[in-house]
């Protein structure tokens, strides 16, 4: 069994957003809940958590960006950018938190006191721009870390792999010209889905050139198409690119059950391909991997699809 | 839009009497199809393109002889001699769909952009009109693009709008195709929301008819 540590605080619940927003605090108490009753609790190692120093922040964000998202809470704006945006005065605080906790699990994974992680956070990050907040997402808790990685721990090779069912744009843009960290996501085809970036051909610019990569697919489709473009496109990347650390946008809402998208995939589809994803951690980045959730909505299924993802984590589920 | 606002300043050009072979050399450099000529004070006075010099170029199924004995004709072939004199151009006040509709009449992929003393001012391509149409569209904000089709008649595009709105979501971009299907119309708006099931469902309820594209998909997708 690995040691896996577990990110989750109950501040990450106060960042509400509002009557019939699908982002919403109920998605992390179905989740916790979950994996307290399947007895996984015990066997995982809690992280600390505490508010990101701002200058981590401004590893990625703009100094700018950061002072409206302040501001917008402090001044109980209601919303950031657009209405897909709705934000509290809490929302600040919570989303630094998140952040906090996130950087604070790099430093266990670094120091070899847990081998990977669950990060349970919200808001989730993986749309958000250096300058903006799109698509429920204000910091980008995975570019940030990915940062970390690289400014504190010395890590030459970061690979993100998103499997959230939406492009993650902001992540995408943030490394688009960087060698060192190569991001690859499976999501529904751009011309479908929200946000209407992530194409096929979009591959990195400058040094980054050929450390994008993006696999889409059709609305419609599941396990199948899944299975065929992770095993076409992600295995032979990494194969070469050879991660030392790797980090996951863990979204859920290609599920089949999640109506935020087309995509069909399944309860077992999803645990596929995060065995898939530890197995080339475990080959490449001696198990350093670290899950840090996005999306996914469907407050029905989460439970089984996280209690799986965090037994996969565990080692205790093999296909 | 005025062409100004769109088009390429930074034009390279050349002059009439320049060697094709030397105007050739530019083109492939730069990755460019079309090089304005122009005399003293940047007087317009043709355009030369890819084509015209690979027209006059020497065939590839030529002998080595007959190859070589072409290239010293060809090094004295000048840019005067195969350029179009006296193209077509545009104005910078005229607009980009003057531009668009100008390409499809002439089937040309671009046009000296002039000012009235015949001075060259520019270059209006496809290039230009793809980049103003991809910001038109608002493709580079984070969005999706939902099609509905309705019947061609007043206050369709305010049920649209109103019934969106009603979600407290923001448009980036909104087109209308006029031939759908006889007494339709398609309308496009590119939503600024991750939720897009959402919208779906409540432009379903109040009964619009969603364009599905998946049908076009599916129907193509070889039976079992």
Redesign the interface.
């Known amino acids: 069994m690995k040691r896996t540590g577990l990110l989750y605080d109950e501040r990450f619940l106060l960042h509400k957003t509002g009557e019939g927003h699908?982002e919403m605090p109920e998605r992390l108490t179905v989740i916790m809940r979950a994996i307290e009753e399947a007895g996984l609790f015990s066997k995982l190692v809690p992280v600390p958590v505490t508010a990101a120093k701002i200058k981590w922040i401004e590893k990625v964000h703009a100094p700018k960006y950061i002072h409206r998202f302040e501001e917008a809470c402090m001044l109980d704006l209601g919303e950031l950018g657009?209405?897909?945006n709705q934000i509290c005065p809490q929302s600040y605080d919570t989303a630094l938190l998140a952040v906090g906790g996130i950087l604070n699990t790099v430093d266990m994974l670094m120091e070899g006191k847990i081998d990977n992680a669950f990060c349970a956070v919200r808001p989730p990050g993986h749309?958000a721009e250096m300058m903006d907040a799109?698509?429920?997402c204000f910091f980008n808790n995975v570019a940030i870390a990915a940062r970390y990685l690289q400014l504190v721990w010395n890590v030459g090779r970061v690979g993100i792999v998103d499997f959230d069912v939406?492009h993650g744009?902001g992540t995408q843009h943030i490394f688009e010209q960087d060698a060192d960290v190569f991001y690859y996501s499976i999501h529904e085809h751009p011309?479908?889905?929200?946000?209407?970036?992530g194409r096929e051909f979009e591959k990195g610019s400058g040094p980054g050139f050929g450390m994008t990569l993006n696999s889409t697919v059709?609305?419609?489709q599941g396990d199948e198409e899944y299975m065929h473009k992770i095993t076409r496109d992600l295995l032979p990347a990494f194969d070469q690119f050879k991660p030392e650390v790797i980090l996951v946008s863990a979204g859920f809402d290609a599920h089949a059950a999640d109506?935020?998208?087309?995509i069909n995939l399944s309860t077992e589809g999803f645990s596929w391909m995060m065995e898939t994803i530890c197995r080339m951690a475990d080959k490449y980045a001696g198990g350093r991997l670290i899950s840090i959730l996005e999306g996914g909505y469907a407050l029905d299924v989460l439970p089984e699809l996280l209690k799986n993802h965090v037994e996969i984590l565990l080692g205790l589920k093999e296909l | 839009m005025f062409i100004d606002q769109s088009m390429t300043r930074d034009v390279i050009t050349v002059g009439p009497e320049m060697s094709i072979i030397a105007a050739r050399e530019i083109m492939v450099k730069n990755g460019i199809r079309h090089l304005p000529v122009v005399a003293e004070d940047d007087i317009l006075v043709g355009i030369v393109t890819d084509r015209d010099i690979r027209t006059a170029m020497p065939s590839t199924v030529l002998s080595e002889a007959e190859n070589a004995a072409a290239a010293e004709r060809l090094a004295g072939i000048k840019v005067k001699d195969v350029m179009t004199a006296r193209p077509v151009t545009v104005s910078p006040t005229q607009t980009l769909e003057d531009a668009l509709l100008m390409m499809e009449m002439y089937k040309v992929g671009a046009f000296p952009v002039v000012d009235q003393q015949g001075r060259l001012r520019g270059i209006i391509s496809v290039r230009d009109l793809m980049r103003a149409f991809v910001n038109v569209l608002g493709l580079r904000t984070p969005g999706v693009l939902v099609g509905i089709v309705v019947e061609d008649k007043l206050g369709q595009m305010k049920k649209i709008v109103d019934a969106i709105s009603e979600l407290g979501v923001s448009f980036g971009s909104i087109l209308v195709a006029r031939v759908w299907e006889e007494g339709k119309r398609a309308v496009f708006p590119y939503l600024l929301t991750t939720n897009i099931a959402r919208v779906r469902k409540h432009l379903r309820d109040k009964g619009f008819t969603l364009l599905d594209p998946m049908e076009w998909y599916l129907d193509q997708v070889p039976k079992k």
């Open positions: 699908p657009d209405p897909d749309h799109y698509g429920f939406h744009n011309s479908f889905a929200y946000p209407g970036t059709l609305p419609g109506d935020m998208s087309d």
